[in-house]
């Protein structure tokens, strides 16, 4: 008895000095720095900055900031998205933009637990949206930027392009949130349906079907936006193209540079905490479809979507490229990917981006 005390206690100490040693390995594999760079008109920063009386968080890389500007509006809403950029080494934007990557209010890098999250309304992310544009105008001595939004963060962009038009060179949009209607949650159904009948996987489709409502004449509404969505990951049309949510986000979060330990840890209560606000009930709760809302835009606009992609279906995004009316217009299907193309594929996308920066600086 005495012996099997012994040896249980020196497992449990074994055990203790295991997970230390890989909390110290952890906090080294976090120092919260991003891409740095050697070129004299090259840029590497990030920082919170007070926004309208919130803290914002930025990321800020470029190689030469004679180059355009890119406001890149993060997804979500209340989801970062620098952890891809540090994780995905072959993605680089910053070669032909100043790209910054803005964590809107109270999001990402600038979550306190201790923020009004009663002041996170629509209203308030929009003038916040103005206010970092005149602000990187004035920084950059640029006179218009570009604005990319990325998932929900679509929703932000496509709004402010429709608003101030005089402030951008063009709006591009991955992964548009079209609608919130049945039509999106049917494009999901089928999709899934069809991958997990073709896998033979009887456990998924009865969670699909247990998952929505029939509506007749085949299409359906989704119960849980967040079951949903993680069947989608199952089915492989998720965030990153055949990863489930643990291999795509997670683990991405947990072994990036980019964040500190504690930003890390924020990371969740952060995401978590955007549901309960204002904002994403104004937003996402209720029902929206922009090509009726916004049916046109006084900028050029274009659309880049994974051809696997069904988070944001790409065929909602084809069909309202073609219905909104804008100066110049074009949709990218990237092959290859998901809801994510500009890091799944980079060089793809990438190229699809230099082709709307010549065509928009020079045309």
Request: some cysteine; charged content about 25%.
């Amino acid at each position: 008895m005495k012996k099997m005390i012994k040896v249980i206690l020196i497992g449990s100490v074994l055990m203790v000095a295991i997970l230390a040693l890989l909390f110290v390995i952890w906090v080294i594999m976090s120092p919260g720095t991003i891409r740095q760079y050697t070129e004299e008109k090259s840029l590497s920063e990030k920082f919170v900055m007070d926004v309208n009386g919130a803290p914002n968080g930025f990321f800020i890389n470029s190689r030469n900031t004679d180059n355009p500007v890119l406001l890149f509006v993060s997804s979500g809403p209340g989801t970062d998205d620098y952890m891809f950029t540090d994780k995905y080494k072959d993605m680089n934007l910053e070669n032909d933009f100043t790209v910054v990557y803005w964590d809107y209010r109270n999001m990402g890098i600038a979550y306190d637990k201790s923020y009004d999250i009663t002041q996170i309304t629509l209203e308030n992310i929009m003038n916040d949206v103005q206010t970092v544009t005149e602000y990187l105008k004035e920084r950059f001595s640029k006179e218009k930027i570009y604005l990319m939004g990325f998932s929900g963060g679509t929703t932000i962009a496509l709004r402010a392009a429709a608003e101030h038009p005089e402030d951008y060179i063009a709006l591009i949009d991955m992964a548009q949130s079209v609608t919130n209607s049945y039509e999106r949650d049917t494009y999901m159904y089928n999709f899934m349906k069809k991958v997990f009948t073709e896998r033979g996987d009887k456990v998924s489709l009865k969670k699909l079907e247990m998952s929505v409502k029939q509506l007749g004449d085949g299409n359906v509404k989704c119960d849980s936006w967040i079951d949903y969505v993680e069947l989608l990951h199952h089915a492989g049309g998720g965030t990153i193209l055949n990863q489930t949510e643990f291999e795509g986000i997670v683990l991405p979060i947990l072994f990036c540079k980019c964040y500190t330990v504690k930003e890390k840890l924020n990371y969740v209560p952060a995401m978590k905490k955007y549901r309960t606000t204002p904002f994403y009930q104004e937003v996402l709760e209720r029902e929206f479809d922009f090509r009726i809302d916004i049916p046109e835009l006084q900028i050029p606009a274009y659309f880049i979507s994974g051809e696997t992609d069904y988070n944001c279906p790409w065929e909602l995004v084809e069909e309202y490229s073609e219905i909104i009316e804008a100066p110049d217009k074009g949709f990218f299907l990237i092959p290859d990917s998901a809801h994510s193309p500009l890091w799944e594929n980079p060089s793809a996308t990438c190229e699809v981006l230099r082709q709307i920066k010549e065509r928009t600086l020079n045309g």
